[in-house]
């Protein structure tokens, strides 16, 4: 039995790397997966027009239907937009379509156009959803998505690929956050940072994984998820790996890495310094 007590807190966690192709969307829907197999209540919101973590859901995102794009607009609240997804009914998720493409332009002339997603994520709105947890799906950008989406949690979590280059373009990530907390977001902080894809047979991933430790200390989860197949099988299925292949070594990593993170917070609650692992 995976099952722990549901936080008592609700934490908003933005997934962001402007990197493409780190395990941002993977490590997104996995974890909300492995959350709610812990019997928590996680809302996706997908806030990256491709709309891969709408497909990795199973969820409808063809142009037109209820998204984020109307959120960001003010058209719709939240829980209006939010579909519960098909295979868990504990697992939420406001999709993308198409039509969000082109709001990194539209959003620029609106008001409060970096907070827009922060009006929406209401206490109310996310009351009636029931939900613990909401992971935010990021762009592979910096722009104004991004921004809304680091102004909107006050956790950043940062995948990591185990691979060449993986530590480029972080240090412009970080100060991209030090910038959204100094002047927009005081509470944001980078709360955790996920090693991804490691491939055990590369002395490389073992290099990535201890530089990145050594740097980031006790942030970085000690659950690291492997480079496997079923990962990247499981969302041409629709389903993410917990479903699709719930024995794999995918699903098991992302299992004890959302094992982790729940935990964590429990730690974090309390005054710093104190309960620290
Ligand atoms: P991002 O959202 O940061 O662009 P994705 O999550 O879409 O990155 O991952 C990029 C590619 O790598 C996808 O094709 C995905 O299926 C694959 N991938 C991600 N994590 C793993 C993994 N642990 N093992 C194998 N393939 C992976
Ligand atoms: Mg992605």
Redesign the pocket.
Do not use: F, L
């Given at each position: 039995d995976h099952r722990l007590p549901r936080p008592s807190e609700r934490r908003i966690i933005t997934v962001a790397?402007q990197?493409?192709?780190?395990?941002?969307?993977?490590?997104?829907v996995n974890l909300a997966a492995a959350l709610s197999l812990h019997g928590a209540r996680v809302l996706v919101v997908d806030l990256?027009p491709q709309g891969?973590a709408s497909t990795a859901l199973g969820v409808d995102h063809r142009s037109g239907t209820p998204s984020i794009y109307e959120v960001l607009l003010g058209e719709m609240t939240i829980d209006e937009a939010a579909a519960v997804c098909e295979r868990s009914e504990d697992l939420l998720c406001v999709p993308a379509t198409i039509d969000l493409a082109g709001s990194e332009i539209e959003l620029v002339s609106m008001l409060n156009r970096e907070s827009r997603l922060k009006n929406a994520l209401t206490t109310e709105a996310l009351d009636r959803l029931d939900v613990d947890y909401v992971l935010i799906?990021c762009p592979?950008s910096l722009g104004l998505l991004t921004l809304n989406a680091m102004v909107a949690a006050p956790e950043v979590l940062i995948?990591i690929q185990c691979e060449y280059y993986a530590l480029e373009g972080l240090s412009q990530l970080l100060n991209n956050i030090a910038l959204v907390q100094s002047h927009l977001n005081p509470g944001l902080h980078v709360s955790t940072i996920l090693l991804?894809?490691?491939d055990g047979r590369t002395k490389l991933a073992d290099q990535v994984t201890s530089e990145v430790r050594n740097h980031f200390g006790e942030v970085v989860l000690r659950t690291v998820?492997?480079?496997?197949?079923k990962?990247?099988?499981?969302?041409g299925f629709g389903q993410t790996v917990l479903t699709y292949d719930p024995g794999s070594r995918?699903a098991m990593?992302y299992l004890d890495a959302a094992r982790e993170f729940a935990a964590r917070t429990m730690v974090r609650r309390q005054p710093e310094g104190e309960g620290a692992r």
């Open positions: 790397n990197k493409g192709g780190v395990g941002k969307t993977t490590s997104t990256d891969n799906d592979p995948p991804t894809m490691y998820i492997p480079r496997s197949v990962v990247s099988e499981a969302p995918g990593s």
